[in-house]
């Protein structure tokens, strides 16, 4: 029998867990867009609770969260303030210029995390011919940087400059709870000065679809109704919910294990001299593994790793992500680290 993969393209890769299919087989459902179901209005009650906000919304992605959030706090012809690897500029197409006619201002961070002093040199004058800034896009934990995080005290910051400047901050938080495990942070205490909230059900809390906003009530009456204007008005979806409760409130207390299977991987590959890897920097369930002193390119290494049942993301020729997750336990994660070993071990062969 083939061994089962050992997929770390992504934590969006997870599936489903046993409690969740069960509970999904038992969902009591209605038409959310009449707002009838009572899973998803539970779901959306509990999150909004946790993250200390006023209200919540499930939305169909975390792509279409962010979106939601961008055309609701902008006007067209204004510029979004974000980081550049941010997945808002990124990885959403040109998604807010399509969306909200809004161009993106991205700017470089160390590790991917702003301040407030890099983030004020890129506001606008307030001058008639200039475009507006809008709002400032935040990423906790920031995916391209490999999971690094934004504590408390540094949201609070670029929040409370933010707001005295008139500009609200929308943080994209698909990844939130990985920075509260490592920070050891309560959730809601961690964005509290934050506007809008997005997180994602579906990536490292395992649930098959569906993310979340969180803000206040007025911005969520408004978020529904772009929402349905995007045609992301679900009927049913309570089947879909009910896997998001069970996500929301047990999964975030087993994401540890996720930071410490990526540590050890991270250390592991450490071993070798031809990769560059930072153990110190791998806080979370995201590494980048930098492999250009092997003389493979991303095809070569990916698809001799794909042979061996081990998947990895390609992030240009030579670098690579792999995201820990729940599918993916410590036996598994020390079977992938000798694979990466063995096929440097034949290439130098
Ligand atoms: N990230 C995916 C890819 O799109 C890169 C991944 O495999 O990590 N914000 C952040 C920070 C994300 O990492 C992602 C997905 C999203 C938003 C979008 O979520 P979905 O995929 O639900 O639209």
């Known amino acids: 029998m083939k061994p089962p993969v050992i997929d770390l393209r992504s934590d969006t890769v997870t599936k489903p867990t046993p409690e969740m299919r069960a509970a999904m087989a038992a969902a009591e459902v209605g038409d959310d867009v009449y707002l009838d179901d009572p899973t998803v209005n539970r779901l959306q009650d509990r999150a909004a609770e946790i993250f200390g906000k006023e209200a919540a ?15 609701v706090h902008t006007e067209p012809g204004q510029e979004v303030i974000t980081e550049d690897s941010a997945h808002i500029y990124e990885f959403e197409m040109a998604a807010m210029a399509a969306i909200s006619g809004v161009l993106a201002r991205p700017i470089p961070a160390p590790d991917g995390i702003l301040d407030w002093e890099s983030i004020r040199k890129a506001i ?3 001058i008639y011919y200039r475009a507006q800034t809008g709002l400032i896009g935040l990423e906790n934990t920031h995916n391209m940087a490999g999971g690094t995080f934004y504590t408390k005290q540094q949201i609070e910051d670029i929040c409370n400059h933010a707001h005295d400047a008139g500009l609200p901050v929308h943080m994209d938080g698909a990844r939130i709870f990985n920075a509260a495990v490592a920070l050891k ?42 929402r349905k204007l995007l045609g992301g008005g679900m009927r049913q979806v309570g089947v879909l919910a009910a896997a998001g409760l069970i996500a929301l409130e047990i999964m975030p207390a087993r994401l540890d294990e996720d930071h410490q299977n990526a540590k050890l991987l991270a250390e592991l590959l450490n071993e070798s001299p031809q990769l560059d890897v930072k153990p110190e920097k791998v806080r979370t369930n995201i590494l980048m593994v930098g492999f250009a002193r092997t003389l493979l390119d991303s095809t070569q290494m990916t698809g001799r790793l794909r042979e061996m049942g081990v ?8 670098r690579m992500r792999l995201v820990t997750h729940n599918d993916v336990n410590r036996e598994q994660i020390c079977q992938a680290a000798d694979a990466i070993k063995s096929v440097i071990a034949q290439k130098n062969a």
């Open 57 to 71: 919304l499930f939305v169909p992605s975390g792509t279409m969260g962010n979106q939601i959030a961008i055309r």
């Open 311 to 318: 998947l990895v993301s390609a992030l240009d020729s030579v």
């Open 124 to 126: 606008r004058p307030k």
């Open 185 to 226: 942070e309560n959730v809601a205490n961690l964005v509290c000065s934050c506007d809008s909230v997005m997180f994602c059900l579906s990536k490292g809390l395992s649930a098959p679809v569906g993310s979340m906003l969180v803000g206040s009530r007025q911005f969520i009456e408004r978020a529904r109704s772009i």
